[in-house]
């Protein structure tokens, strides 16, 4: 079982919202975050759906994660799970460039919990 009273061991300390940027908003996370579907618990399986994506800053743990996001949006999270992507290159006119990296947290709520409201 992870300890939930680490010390930071990099990076400054984060308030809730420096934690999490922005939502990701795609035809993808929209059909996750609003899909209601339940599978079969007599199979063991858990229900699906109530999970929303963000992008969060790079230095954020599932943890801080976890707290910000019943902080921000007053709900029980379940689950955080998350990926570092790396930056797109890009060109423009005749030079190369790279965006940055970033980091994305897909946040699983409780069925119990409200709906996260975005506009």
Known sequence: MANNTRE???GPKLAAHQVILRPVVTEK???LSTRNERRDSTKGQKPVGNAYSFEVN???TKIEIK???EELFGVKVEKVRTQ???GKNRRYRFR???LPHWKKAIIV???ESP???FF
Do not use: D, K, Y
């Open 8 to 10: 930071r061991t990099r």
């Open 29 to 31: 996370t929209t059909h």
């Open 58 to 60: 790079r230095w954020a």
């Open 67 to 69: 707290a910000a996001a």
């Open 84 to 86: 570092n992507r790396q």
């Open 96 to 98: 190369l460039g790279r």
């Open 109 to 111: 709520v409780t069925p």
């Open 115 to 117: 709906p996260i409201e």
